[in-house]
């Protein structure tokens, strides 16, 4: 299965208004989490969440796939001036 690089948040029974509402609402959470916590502390839950998310998808090949983009977005954005 290919990684799934469009945007696919759902909550389940809920009809939302806007179809990027869910991811919205996943943002907010995100933020909400990291609220309150050290530098150290956000980049604690960031590791523990990339650990939880990628043993839940469990597909090493989707997981390989998401980090090669990962990377590479990230090595894009240190190239440019």
């Known amino acids: ?5 469009q945007p696919n948040f759902t909550d389940p029974g809920v009809r939302h208004r ?3 509402t869910p ?3 996943f943002y907010d959470a995100l933020i909400g989490t990291h609220r309150g916590l050290t530098d ?3 980049e604690l ?3 523990r969440l990339v650990l939880l998310l990628a043993n839940h ?5 989707v ?6 983009l990962a990377r590479e977005g990230v090595m894009t954005k240190d190239a440019a001036p």
């Open 63 to 68: 997981l390989r796939e998401a980090l090669a």
């Open 57 to 61: 998808i469990g597909e090493l090949g």
């Open 45 to 47: 839950l960031n590791a």
């Open 40 to 42: 150290p502390q956000s």
């Open 18 to 20: 806007n179809a990027y």
């Open 1 to 5: 299965m290919p990684l799934n690089t």
């Open 23 to 25: 991811g919205d609402d």
